[in-house]
Structure formats: C-alpha cells, structure tokens
C-alpha cells in the first residue's frame, strides 16, 4: 500500500510539472504576440510621424477613399472650387434696340453681385453698337452669359479659362518668406553700430519691402481676377456689320472704292488749298504789286528812247 501511494503521488507531481510547464509556455507566447503588436503600432505611428504634413494628407485622402469605395491613396485633389481659376469671355449679341438692352444687361449683371466695368456706345439707330464690359462673380459667370445670350441672337462666343492654383500657391510662399527677411533686416537695423552700416541696412531694408509690396500688389491682382470674372459684351443693331463678314468684289465695288478714294484725295486738296489761301492773300498780293511796279520802272527808258527817236539830219543845199 505504501509503494502504491508513493506511486500515486509521483504521478500526480509529474502532471503538476506538466501543467505548469504548458501555462508558463502559454504565457510566454502570448507576451510574444503582444510585444509583437507593440512594436508594429509603434513603427506604424513613428512613420507617421517622420511624414512630412503634405504626405499625412495624401494617406488620410487614401484612407477616406478606401473607405468609400475609390482606389488611389494619394491622388490629388481635383475639386474646382479648391482651385483658382480665371475666367474671361466675349460675345455679340445682335439686338433689336441696343440702348433698351444695355439697360437690360446692366440690371442682370446687378442682381448677380457685379457691376459694368466699361461701357462705350455708338449712335447711329438701326446699326448702333454697344461695348460693356462686365464684371461678375466666377460663381454666376455661366449663368450671366446664357442670360445675355437670351436678349437677341447671338452672333459669337469665346470663353476661357486659366488655372492660376500653382502661381497663387507660389506667391504666398514667396510672399512669407519676403516678410521673414524684412523682419530680420528690421531687426539688423536696430543693432546698427556704425553710420555706414545703418546706411546700407536701410538701402536693403527698402528694397525688401519694395519687392514684399509687389508681390502682394500681384496677389490682390490674382485675387481680384479670381473673384470677378470678365465678360466683353458687344450690342449690336439690327443693321450693325459685323467683322467677319466678307467683303464684296467686283467692277462696280472697285469703281466705288476708286471715286471714294479720289473724292477723298480731292477733298484733302482742296482743305489744304482753304488753309494756305490767307497766306498767299497776306503775302502774295504785296508781292505782286512789287514786281509790277518794278517792271514799270525796268521798262521806263526805254520807251523814252523810243518815242523820241533820234535827231533829224538837216536836209542838203542845192547848188546854185
């Protein structure tokens, strides 16, 4: 009995030892796993951390993509109202009263938040000719032209675009750095020691902030481009001749243009004849009486000479 229960025993301590060797191996393996998530976090969040801030962007763009459905982690951002874009236009819109429909175009333009920037007319009833230029939100310009191009039939159109997103970007930049270097010339000007160098600190300290107003003078330029687009918009009457429109050949049009070009040349002959003829009034007149009065003079002697002739010869004696 005793060597049975000293075996019980033994087998029982080996199952203890076994048990426990498996939990000690259990544990071990799952501080393994956990380290090893630790560290792959840890990586993950220190790349994320040396990313510069453009690259964070592009991944959380990616992230958000992937989530709704879209590949291409990273791809930019072509949104328009993200980007700076200038638009201009011109049309000709043939009407039937040209002062009726500038009047027209005035009031639209208002109601879009705009205002005419130009406007230029020539009279003349059916052929008269309206020039406005207009000055209308980017956020309305399409809608502005189509109402323009409503008023009568339009003859032409041209609209352009361009992307100035990169120049703006660029001037911004340029512009933060020129006003960090006018700061530290300012600051260099107050630690000035010497005339000479208060001078020369002064002379760069203008031109650098010469250059910084310029380039905020472009920016607001940009901006105001941006922000207002412009439209050139040409009335015309129901007689108006537009430019391309061909011209007419043929005898009777060349012998239309030769009588206007020698009606034309006479009429510049005879304006410049009214011009001089004062002068040669004021002057000619006095002129010719001088030259007449000296001929007179000139030929004087000579009929003296003639008339009276030479002396008669006495006539001869006869001879007894």
């Known amino acids: 009995m005793t060597t049975m229960g000293a075996g019980m025993d033994g087998r029982r301590g080996r199952r203890r030892s076994a048990l426990l060797a498996a939990g000690v191996l259990v544990t071990a393996l799952a501080l393994a796993g956990c380290s090893a998530g630790d560290s792959g976090s840890a990586d993950s969040a220190g790349v994320a951390a040396e990313a510069p801030p453009d690259a964070q962007g592009a991944l959380d763009k990616g992230s958000g993509a992937d989530a709704a459905g879209t590949a ?3 791809a930019p951002d072509l949104r328009v109202d993200q980007r700076a874009i200038i638009y ?4 000709r819109v043939q009407v039937a009263d040209v002062d009726v429909a500038a009047r027209e175009v005035s009031a639209m333009v208002t109601r879009a938040g705009g205002f005419v920037g130009g406007d230029q007319r020539r009279s003349a009833e059916a ?11 980017a956020a309305k310009f399409g809608q502005v032209v189509e109402e323009v191009a409503k008023l009568g039939r339009q003859q ?5 675009t361009q992307d100035v997103t990169e120049e703006t970007v660029d001037l911004e930049a340029r512009i933060v750095t020129q006003r960090a270097r006018v700061e530290s010339a300012r600051r260099l000007l107050g630690r000035a020691n010497s005339i000479s160098d208060l001078v020369s600190l002064e002379n ?19 901006a105001d481009l941006t922000a207002l687009s412009t439209i050139t918009v040409s009335l015309a009457g129901p007689a108006a001749k537009t430019s391309e429109e061909k011209a007419e050949t043929g005898f009777l049009v060349g012998l239309k243009g030769g009588w206007e070009a020698f009606a034309t040349s006479m009429t ?7 011009a001089l003829l004062p002068w040669l009034v004021a002057i000619g007149v006095p002129l010719a009486v001088v030259l007449l009065a000296l001929r007179r003079r000139r030929r004087s002697p000579a009929q003296v000479t003639e008339v009276s ?8 004696r006869s001879a007894p």
């Open 204 to 222: 760069e300290l203008g031109r650098r902030e010469a250059d910084l107003a310029s380039l905020e003078a472009k920016k607001r330029r940009l």
């Open 268 to 274: 510049i002959l005879l304006t410049v004849l009214g």
């Open 156 to 160: 032409s159109r041209e609209i352009n």
């Open 309 to 316: 002739g030479p002396p008669p010869v006495p006539a001869a």
């Open 127 to 137: 052929d008269a000719v309206a020039e406005l230029e207009l000055r209308v939100p």
């Open 72 to 74: 291409g982690a990273g």
């Open 88 to 91: 201009t236009g011109s049309m």
